[in-house]
Nanobody, 128 residues
Framework: QVQVVESGGGSVQTGGSLRLSCAASGYEFFSNCINWFRQAPGKEREGVARIYTRTGITHYADSVKGRFTISQDSAKNTLYLQMTSLKPEDTAMYYC?????????????????????RGQGTQVTVSS
């Protein structure tokens, strides 16, 4: 059974840092698009940072550019989201989602529905 599991969320103060992890069992992240999404109460889910694991090419939402870094450890089949200089507006449930590139019509996307494997989320709360 395929499972994608996020971890590393928590509560921090403004300016703090957290590192989220996304691990898969029964599934290889190679040649996948993997996206970190987040959803705050009352807001739409948004793509925050994504990576094409085959090439390492990354993309970031403007709101997190320069503060968040997505990376991968292929040996551990794990993705990370390093978050620094956190702000209260970063408070949200963070989700990891993966899909094989071959299933996409073109490039990696921020369309949640395009991702075939999604985790249950990890909560990040930033207090002022």
């Amino acid at each position: 059974q395929v499972q994608v599991v996020e971890s590393g969320g928590g509560s921090v103060q403004t300016g703090g840092s957290l590192r989220l992890s996304c691990a898969a069992s029964g599934y290889e992240f190679f040649s996948n698009c993997i996206n970190w999404f987040r959803q705050a109460p009352g807001k739409e889910r948004e793509g925050v940072a994504r990576i094409y694991t085959r090439t390492g090419i990354t993309h970031y939402a403007d709101s997190v550019k320069g503060r968040f870094t997505i990376s991968q450890d292929s040996a551990k089949n794990t993705l990370y989201l390093q978050m620094t200089s956190l702000k209260p507006e970063d408070t949200a449930m963070y989700y990891c989602a993966a899909t094989p590139v071959k299933l996409l019509p073109s490039a990696c996307t921020d369309d949640w529905s395009a991702y075939t494997h999604r985790g249950q989320g990890t909560q990040v709360t930033v207090s002022s």
